[in-house]
C-alpha cells in the first residue's frame, strides 16, 4: 500500500553520516503511516454530512492515507504530505456523478482495484468515503502517539506538494498545487500568527484561514 515513512528529522530517528543519511533502528520515533492509520480530520469539513460513513457517523476520523506524493517541513517541526491521484482506488460501477467525472473515479477494473477486496472503496456502497480523500496531512514526527490530521482547510484536490512560509506579518503560508490538468495553483493564508518561541502554540495554525486559487488564462 501506498503511505508516507516518517522519522524525526534530528535525534534517534534518522542520523546523518558522511556518506549519507542511515534510519536508526529501533528507534521510539520510527513510525509507519499507511492505509490504514487512524486520521483525524481537521478543519472545516470535520463533522460535515458528506463525510460521514457508517463507520464513522461523526466524520471526524479516516483511516488512512495512500498515494502520498511531495512532503513540505513546517517552520514548527512537522511535515505535510500530499494525498494526491487518490481517485484510482475507488469504484463507482453505477452512474458516474459529476464529481467522479471531476476526480476520475471509474469502474472497479480502471484502477487499482481495491473495491473488489474491500467495500470501503465502492462508491455504490460508501458514497462518501472518497470525499475523505484528497487532503493535506500534518504528520508530528516528534510524538509518535500524535494521531495525523487530515488538514481540510487547505483544499481538497489531487495534492502534488505544499510548501510552507511564513509571511511577513508572521501568519503561515502554504502553496500548493494540483497533480490534474487544467487545474489550479492554491494559496492558503493562516488566520492566527507563527510562534517561534513556542512550537505547541502552532499546533493547530493549519485550522483557520483563508484559501486563494489562481486561475492563469
Not at 70 to 89: I, K, M, Q, R
Not at 193 to 199: A, H
Request: charged content about 30%; aromatic content about 12%.
Amino acid at each position: 500500500m501506498h503511505g508516507y515513512r516518517c522519522a524525526a528529522p534530528t535525534g534517534s530517528g534518522v542520523k546523518r553520516k558522511a556518506n549519507g543519511w542511515q534510519v536508526v533502528r529501533p528507534s521510539q520515533f520510527a513510525r509507519r503511516i499507511h492505509a490504514l492509520t487512524p486520521i483525524q480530520i481537521g478543519g472545516p469539513a470535520r463533522g460535515h454530512a458528506l463525510m460521514k460513513t457508517a463507520a464513522d457517523p461523526r466524520g471526524v476520523e479516516v483511516l488512512g492515507t495512500f498515494n502520498n506524493c511531495a512532503s513540505g517541513p513546517t517552520p514548527w517541526g512537522t511535515y505535510l504530505t500530499c494525498e494526491e491521484n487518490w481517485s484510482d482506488y475507488f469504484a463507482n460501477n453505477g452512474q458516474l456523478s459529476e464529481d467522479d467525472k471531476r476526480y476520475g473515479i471509474k469502474a472497479t477494473d480502471a484502477g487499482y482495484r481495491w473495491a473488489e477486496v474491500d467495500f470501503r472503496f465502492d462508491r455504490q456502497i460508501n458514497p462518501n468515503e472518497p470525499h475523505r480523500f484528497g487532503w493535506v496531512v500534518e504528520i508530528d514526527p516528534f510524538d509518535p502517539k500524535a494521531k495525523p490530521i487530515k488538514r481540510t482547510a487547505l483544499g481538497r484536490i489531487k495534492h502534488e506538494g505544499a510548501t510552507v512560509t511564513i509571511a511577513e506579518d508572521g501568519r503561515a503560508v502554504v502553496y500548493m498545487g494540483d497533480d490534474q490538468r487544467f487545474e489550479y495553483i492554491y494559496k492558503f493564508v493562516s488566520r492566527d500568527k507563527f510562534n517561534r518561541y513556542d512550537r505547541k502554540a502552532n499546533r493547530d495554525l493549519l485550522e483557520h484561514g483563508t484559501l486563494y486559487v489562481a486561475r492563469f488564462d
